[in-house]
């Protein structure tokens, strides 16, 4: 079935939005303002999905495709927007979800760009089958093979291109990492420079895939914590222990807790690489262990995973009540479900957020709480 629709806005996943017969339409990689020709695909009660097969009226901003996998692979979303209509998608979208399902005098702040729109990503999960290997196709568990992607670090695109694929046949998966220089697709680890501290990271410990952008996002979180030799400070989810350790020069003492205990033997190692002595880390889940904690925090900086805090954690932050709770989140949906219970504690100063994930519609936000007590 065949219809001509006219784009109205994005939803929060990047995809157009229109409208057949008063049924809303999500349609991928259109603009708003574009009419386009398009096949159904998915008809259900209340909505629709659609893809283009013809590009009636086009939006005059935008951009001519630059990616042969694009229209295939599932890496990218927003690479047919110019980059200031990304971020100002991305910034309208925090505002929306923000505004409807907390409270629309939040103050957003203007969101930090990212210096490179592409090669930024310092890690990336490939997919192998037999001999084929490369990213999942956008709609399925099909590999599209490529040898070279424009959001890659240069290093794994090098890597990619000379890639020998019997080498990895009785794998699923591959994880390529780099600090720009180095390669690491087993084990080991390599060492990445944020400002001035240097972290050991191994292939399966969390870390941010775009360097500028941590930096950026690690300063805010710096300025937004302000700590003194009065403050200690929790780290929950602490990863590798980058931001506790960059709010360590200024705090008392700082306590990280995260469940991948490789995570933390990493984290010890970055202690002692940074010469801090005054930050301790637990490997340990979150929720497992908060309770037992003796530690009296006056900040508590939190960075959890996609699916946010659960319950038990917000009813310790609650509990524990910090001077400031400073909260780290990569999906904006799960931190407005969170913050709708926080606020009753806390008062929301500001959120700002950051471009971390040129090309796609994921963002990444930090959120200032402050005490009501």
């Keep these: 079935m065949e ?14 939005i229109g409208r057949i017969n008063n049924k809303i339409i999500f349609i991928p990689k259109v603009m708003v303002g574009e009419k386009v020709k398009v096949k159904i695909t998915i008809d259900k009660k209340k ?3 659609g893809e283009v097969i013809e590009l009636i009226e086009k939006n005059p901003k935008r951009v001519k495709n630059i990616c042969p996998y694009y229209d295939e692979c599932g890496g990218c979303d927003l690479l047919h927007l110019p980059y200031d209509e990304q971020l100002k ?25 990212s210096v490179n729109q592409f090669h930024y990503r310092n890690k990336v999960t490939l997919h192998v089958n037999h001999e084929k290997i490369g990213l999942y196709n956008k709609k399925s568990n099909k590999i599209v093979k490529l040898d070279n992607c424009l959001l890659l670090d240069k290093p794994i695109n090098n890597y990619l291109k000379k890639i020998d694929a019997n080498k990895y046949k009785n794998r699923t998966e591959i994880i390529l990492r780099t600090n720009g220089k180095d390669i690491l697709d087993k084990q080991g680890q390599i060492i990445k420079k944020i400002g001035d501290y240097q972290y050991y990271v191994s292939l399966n410990s969390f870390f941010q895939i775009n360097d500028e952008v941590t930096k950026d996002m690690y300063d805010k979180i710096k300025e937004y914590a302000n700590a003194n030799r009065k403050d200690n400070v929790l780290d929950l989810y602490c990863g590798t222990g980058t931001i506790g350790l960059y709010l360590s020069k200024d705090a008392n003492r700082v306590l990280g807790i995260e469940i991948n205990k490789q995570a933390i033997d990493d984290a010890i190692k970055n202690k002692e690489l940074n010469k801090v ?7 340990s889940d979150v929720s497992a262990i ?10 508590i900086v939190v960075d959890p995973p996609r699916a946010g805090l659960d319950e038990k954690a ?45 090309n796609t519609y994921h963002v990444e936000c930090v959120c200032l709480l402050t005490s009501k007590k």
């Design 314 to 358: 917000i009813k310790t932050i609650i509990k524990m009540h910090p001077n400031k709770l400073i909260y780290t989140s990569c999906d904006p949906m799960t931190l407005a479900r969170d913050l709708k219970v926080l606020k009753d504690y806390f008062k929301i100063e500001e959120i700002t957020p950051f471009d971390m994930f040129p």
């Design 290 to 299: 908060i309770n037992d904690i003796t530690f009296t925090p006056t900040i």
């Design 3 to 16: 219809e001509i629709v006219t784009i109205t806005d994005y939803d929060h996943q990047g995809r157009g």
């Design 277 to 283: 002595d005054n930050i301790d880390f637990i490997a």
């Design 47 to 49: 909505f629709m999905v």
């Design 89 to 113: 998608y991305k910034q309208d979208k925090i505002k929306n979800i923000i505004g409807r399902y907390v409270d629309q005098n939040i103050t957003i702040k203007n969101i930090i760009p």
